[in-house]
């Protein structure tokens, strides 16, 4: 070694160069490709930062450039989003804690909860089918009694299914010689549902199930099978047909699914929807045909005594028709085909198609019917609250059942050749209850036992109207103590909804009793896009009308402050769903207006909201912001992106659950963060998170008072 060394010592530059080059280069050039890899790995780390700290994501709309910085909060997934909502969680959690009202309120909802309450039953062969609610059980059960004065037995416990009550009953049917239940659980409030099998003789369930199942119907006939719509195996097809091409099959009790057959599809129109009805007389098979929310509808019919294929029978969808049965070939329906209050007509299949009008349209909304004992049976909307009416097949009134007050028909139902009419009703201070009129006797009974741990006699609501912004007229329920004072210093909460057609009519709920209890007024807006008024007043609340919804609930919070029944500071908004787009709306054009918002699975994306599971059956009623005149008005309203900074929004609560599959948490996520970044002063935005509990169907009891108890703690906590 140390003779090399002299050689190369005593040798020219060159060869001391090149040595020194052929000894170095290979670390010369790995350290030039390491530092090139590094500075590379430079740009991807700082690119994941970059996704990390979320950089504003940016999307051209028709020439506007929109900004959506929370964009990665659409993934439930990110461990960013699962921690940021661990943190609102608690945030939420430590403001509310600090009620005063916070244990008072919940013990107070828990003994007004413990009621109990019944469907109205449907009655298959002398035996009685009803959902009871008991107490502070989580879930209502399925009972059946043999007779009207039969011992009621259990059917189906969903209690018994999971330890967290977390499994709802969301459908049930009975076989025509009531030996078969067919019914569908919900898990987690889920839209997707599995059909499953009850032997009545022994009530255990055979093998068959169904899967893959969302808003279905399951008609049977005889004992044999049944007819229900289906979507395609995940994986099987496209991600966006997933839940977006529904067919409809036959299930032939005691075989697979595989084997089930393929009744209907539209493989030309993917978007269409099915509900499978079959006539009392099993001689039709129809189809309810549905285009996501639109209120018009098409309807389809074939003979089942032969293998002829469905005829369209009305296929323009250009209005609403809805199959109330048949006498034979005659078919009658309810409709709003230039009647947009609704009238009765009838359609004979076999003869000319010609329409015969039975009942026309009136003065107040025709809102369901049914053929009872060989009558129409008709519930209708007067103002907003209803009314019980029967005529004859000819279309002549004979008679007008007397209602228990100002409120709601919930349900009717009776057999078409049947002595008995069983209808529910419900009001602001009347817990829904289920009444049996017997033809008979012409008398109505209570069905099944009422008891409340409240007095009515207390309180009491009025009716009141009020003019919107457009000079529009717009009723509006108020229920409060019989002693109120109008001092302008009441809580109180002003509810809506305002879409899809959805009236908002008087309804029960335990916590706006204790409301009422604690000196709350609780007011209800029956504002544009609704059907409280029909389908011309549901149309103007839609589509480029939607601001109508806004301005009308606006001026009902403006008339409650004008007629000295609270102000600003004590005036409470609350929706959910639909709802909460109304009040996140509300919030952001009038945010002086309001002292708390109560904003629940809110729809608040409205570029986006069709993105996301059903959200694109929603396009009729909202637009679809890639029409450029649709965008333009979408845009103007849409909660998140009309947020400003250095705004002083009021107290805000947003809740929603992280399985809702129907509105998705994100919309609830990105408007919370968004407000949060942009408040002025010290005013709280708060996000509450379920779990277990989707969109809020069969959300168990136990967890329902939690959440409601949350809620009103923080309305009383920031009304002090």
Not at 1 to 21: D, H, P, R
Not at 198 to 208: A, G, I
Not at 390 to 417: A, H, R, V
Request: hydrophobic letters at 35%; proline letters at 4%; one cysteine or more.
């Amino acid at each position: 070694m140390e003779e090399l060394i002299n050689a190369w010592l005593k040798g020219s530059y060159f060869t001391k160069f090149m040595t020194v080059f052929w000894i170095t280069a290979p670390l010369i050039i790995g350290i030039f490709f390491w530092l090139k890899e590094s500075k590379k790995g430079d740009v991807v780390v700082e690119k994941n930062k970059k996704i990390i700290d979320h950089e504003k994501f940016t999307e051209d709309f028709h020439g506007t450039i929109v900004e959506d910085p929370f964009r990665y909060m659409e993934n439930p997934e990110d461990p960013k989003v699962i921690k940021w909502v661990e943190e609102q969680n608690k945030r939420t959690q430590e403001f509310i804690s600090g009620s005063s009202k916070k244990e008072e309120i919940k013990a107070r909802l828990t003994e007004l909860w413990d009621y109990s309450s019944v469907t109205t039953p449907k009655e298959i062969k002398g035996k009685y089918f009803y959902v009871k609610k008991e107490g502070l059980k989580n879930q209502p059960i399925l009972y059946m009694q043999d007779g009207i004065e039969g011992e009621p037995i259990i059917v189906l416990d969903p209690n018994e299914i999971s330890e967290d009550g977390s499994v709802a009953l969301s459908f049930y049917s009975i076989s025509k010689n009531a030996k078969y239940l067919a019914y569908t659980l919900s898990e987690r409030g889920s839209d997707w549902q599995n059909i499953r099998v009850r032997d009545l003789s022994t009530m255990e369930d055979v093998k068959d199930e169904i899967n893959y199942c969302k808003f279905t119907s399951i008609p049977w006939i005889g004992d044999e099978g049944f007819y229900y719509g289906r979507f395609p195996q995940p994986g099987s097809v496209p991600k966006e047909d997933e839940s977006n091409y529904q067919k409809v099959y036959f299930h032939r009790l005691g075989t697979h699914q595989s084997d089930d057959k393929l009744i209907y599809e539209r493989s030309d129109f993917k978007e269409l929807g099915f509900r499978p009805i079959v006539s009392d007389d099993e001689k039709y098979l129809c189809l309810n045909v549905w285009l996501g929310t639109d209120s018009k509808n098409r309807f389809y019919y074939k003979n089942l005594k032969n293998e002829g294929n469905f005829i369209r029978l009305l296929d323009e969808h250009d209005a609403g028709y809805y199959f109330i049965g048949n006498d034979k070939s005659l078919f009658y329906f309810l409709t709003d085909l230039d009647a947009p209050k609704g009238r009765i007509i009838a359609i004979d299949v076999d003869k000319s198609f010609d329409e015969i009008e039975i009942i026309p349209e009136s003065e107040d909304v025709l809102a369901d019917v049914k053929i009872v004992n060989n009558c129409f049976v008709t519930v209708y909307r007067h103002n907003a609250y209803y009314t019980l009416k029967m005529y004859s097949k000819n279309g002549q009134i004979y008679k007008e059942l007397d209602l228990p007050g100002l409120g709601s028909i919930e349900e009717i139902w009776g057999s078409s050749k049947g002595q008995e009419l069983f209808y529910s009703f419900t009001s602001f201070l009347y817990p829904s209850t289920v009444f049996r009129y017997d033809f008979d006797t012409n008398e109505s009974t209570v069905f099944g036992e009422q008891v409340v741990n409240f007095d009515p006699e207390l309180f009491e609501t009025d009716q009141v109207f009020y003019k919107s912004k457009d000079g529009t007229e717009v009723s509006m329920f108020l229920t409060h103590k019989k002693d109120l004072q109008l001092d302008g210093d009441n809580p109180t909460l002003l509810y809506g909804y305002g879409g899809f057609n959805i009236s908002i009519t008087p309804f029960y709920s335990p916590t706006t009793i204790m409301f009422l209890e604690n000196g709350g007024v609780y007011a209800v807006a029956n504002i544009r896009g609704g059907s409280e008024y029909g389908e011309d007043w549901h149309q103007a609340g839609m589509l480029q009308n939607k601001q109508n919804v806004f301005d009308d609930f606006i001026a009902a919070g403006e008339w409650l402050i004008e007629n000295k029944y609270t102000n600003s500071k004590k005036l409470a908004i609350m929706g959910r769903s639909n709802g909460g787009l109304l009040v996140s709306a509300c919030m952001v054009q009038r945010p002086d207006l309001f002292g708390a918002i109560l904003c629940g699975v809110p729809v608040t994306d409205m570029l986006r909201y069709h993105k996301f599971t059903v959200g694109r059956y929603w396009i009729p009623e909202y637009g679809d912001p890639q029409n450029p005149d649709h965008f333009k008005y979408m845009y103007a309203y849409s909660p998140l992106h009309n947020v400003q900074k250095g705004v002083e929004y009021p107290p805000t609560l947003i809740t929603t659950a992280d399985t809702d599959d129907r509105v998705v948490p994100a919309h609830a996520y990105k408007f919370g963060a968004t407000l949060q970044q942009a408040q002025k002063g010290d005013s709280p935005i708060l996000v509450r998170v379920d779990t277990k509990a989707g969109h809020g169907h069969g959300k168990p009891t136990s967890m329902v008072i939690e959440e409601q108890s949350d809620i009103y703690s923080f309305i009383f906590k920031v009304f002090e």
